[in-house]
């Protein structure tokens, strides 16, 4: 037991100094977009479960320097406690780690640009579900997916990782009928988590028509 806690400490605290490195080299980085806005690395619980990934920071995550802490980060607290969890268990973080001028959608070459960062920051963080916040990261990840259509399903990328599409929740302040689907696809995920382990020990399905250098998807949800 001691042996085990021990390694438990080392592997946290590896982890921690890792995302600690990854931080600073995107700091360094002069060439990166959006230079004139702060940096939004992330936060949360780096042996976490579930790591939701959204687009960019908007207006007051750029000011407070913290991901998701406007309006759709309130309703995204709601909704993590809704099914049993605190912010504290999750990773929040977003594919552009800074924010695009008058909070407008990310374009292709600033997702391009922040890419190799947000791949190291799942491979250090290993959560055993990614859950997208919106079209841009659920495109980041399969490329032809629909957000409506596929919010909720689970997918298995071609590296092994599992994904949930979810909506964002910023489309769910405007609607309700989407923020019911929201809540819907949340009311999941504690159940996605049990089916995950059983999961792991079956192939990826082949996705058709992947494209080099993108992200692929499995062509059928697998729960």
Known sequence: MICYLVLGIYINMNKL??????????????????????????????????????????FHEDKLVRPFVGRSGQLLDVLI????????????????????????????????????YLARQIEIINPKVIATLGRFSMNYFLPAAKIMR??????????????????HPAAALRSTSVLKALEASFKKLPSILNKIEELKSQPAIQPKNSVDDQPEESQESLF
């Open 17 to 58: 100094e890792s995302l600690k490195k990854l931080e600073e080299e995107i700091k360094a980085n002069k060439s990166l977009p959006l230079r004139e806005s702060n940096l939004v690395f992330g936060e949360g619980n780096h042996d976490c479960e579930v790591m939701f990934i959204g687009e960019a920071p908007g």
């Open 150 to 167: 596929d919010q909720g399903k689970l997918f298995r990328l071609n590296s092994g990782k599992f994904l949930v599409p979810i909506i």
């Open 81 to 116: 406690k809704s099914v049993g969890w605190e912010r504290k268990d999750v990773y929040i973080t977003n594919i552009v780690k800074r924010r695009p001028p008058e909070n407008r959608d990310p374009l292709p070459e600033e997702i391009e640009s922040y890419k190799p």
